[in-house]
């Protein structure tokens, strides 16, 4: 269970963590150029939306397909 500190520590541990992730990103951007950063993040966020929107549509199929086997499972055993 959390506490009240470990929440505070655990808080600001993130914002250091996106602190440091924003001077990081700012270093890259100066050494590569703009341009180049933007589109290569760009190309990394559409490669990351497009897993991320295949695995939500897995787990869709997935549920659709548990619950038609739960209803023919119903089926079966009023039938049988």
Known sequence: MLSIDNLVH????TDELKATAVELQDL?????????????????????????RE?????????CFCFRVQQVARYLTVIL
């Open 55 to 63: 695995r939500r549509t897995a787990r869709v199929t997935k549920a």
């Open 10 to 13: 655990l808080s600001a541990s």
């Open 28 to 52: 890259v951007q100066q050494k590569v150029g703009t341009t180049k950063f933007a589109v290569t993040y760009n190309k990394i966020r559409q490669t990351v939306l497009g897993v991320q």
